[in-house]
């Protein structure tokens, strides 16, 4: 399954993000050296990702000239995990992150490792759940990288025209006007008004169409007692702990989705709960409050 927030993301901080996961797979970073450069760079409070994408499309160490002599892997070892998000200038000791990477590394096996294995744990994270996940802890940054994408040039339709009929001589010029002047006969006139009788109502089509296909979202508000109540229960399941009068203040992040999904041994691939979550969450950080579980419950038909 393909990761929506991932691709409505700038190329350059798509490459951004790819450039990390391949970096933290190269040879040079197992080096004492370059480990000792990570732990110093910390101390100063310095991250690797610089503010302005266009002084350095990477950022930090992460740059054009770096490449991954051993060929491009799918695949990246859980333990090297932190090494990429130092890159990226994220922090490397949340653990709600960490949770979801180390679900996503679960199950998972790989048979090309390039790192000397025996240093490493043989969990491993596949490049679509890196970029999932990434994908919504840099989803902030996108505007800044956009800024310095080179603009594609769009011709300019009007302006072509416009030098089109300046090449025209004067008679040409008369034969124009004199043209578009005899096209205001009764005939004419009749035709523009059917034609100008005939939009209004292709819009109003059209915007009813469009309205019809994204019904509005529906709220809180708008349910019955009964929804609320069997939302709210169900929104219960994932805080067992929390009395009913705070329910409405809680919210499920992705490590309530793995527990949930743990405790009825299902499996959930980060992706899928990064996708999930993008979808009826309205809060910056992805979590889901009362009401977008109510939402997300109405949309799956469950009350």
Not at 183 to 195: E, I, K, N, P
Request: hydrophobic share 35%.
């Amino acid at each position: 399954m393909s990761d929506v927030v991932f691709d409505s993301l700038p190329q350059s901080l798509q490459q951004f993000i790819d450039k990390a996961f391949d970096l933290a797979l190269s040879p040079q970073l197992s080096s004492p050296r370059f480990k000792a450069q990570l732990d110093d760079s910390e101390d100063i409070g310095g991250g690797f990702l610089v503010d302005d994408p266009s002084e350095h499309a990477g950022g930090g160490f992460i740059s054009e000239q770096e490449s991954i002599t051993d060929g491009v892997s799918n695949e990246i070892p859980l333990s090297l995990i932190p090494t990429a998000l130092r890159l990226l200038d994220l922090p490397i000791d949340d653990e709600q992150v960490l949770s979801v990477f180390r679900n996503a590394a679960s199950g998972w096996s790989s048979a090309t490792n390039t790192i000397d294995e025996s240093s490493i744990s043989h969990d491993i994270v596949s490049r679509e759940d890196w970029r999932s996940v990434c994908a919504v802890l840099l989803e902030h940054r996108a505007d800044k990288f956009k800024e310095h994408e080179p603009v594609k040039a769009v011709p300019d339709s009007k302006s072509s025209h416009d030098n089109n009929m300046d090449v025209d001589d004067g008679d040409d010029s008369d034969e124009y006007h004199n043209s578009t002047s005899e096209y205001t006969s009764a005939d004419s006139d009749d035709d523009y008004q059917v034609m100008k009788d005939e939009k209004p109502s292709r819009r109003r089509t059209r915007r009813h169409h469009s309205s019809s296909s994204l019904s509005p979202r529906p709220t809180q508000d708008k349910l019955t007692k009964k929804q609320n109540e069997t939302c709210l229960a169900a929104f219960a399941l994932f805080f067992p702990s929390v009395p009913k009068r705070d329910l409405p203040s809680q919210k499920i992040t992705i490590k309530d989705i793995q527990k949930a999904a743990s405790s009825i041994n299902e499996k959930l691939k980060a992706n899928e709960i990064v996708e999930m979550l993008e979808i009826f969450s309205t809060s910056p950080d992805k979590s889901m409050n009362l009401t977008d579980f109510s939402r997300m419950m109405i949309a799956a038909k469950l009350v």
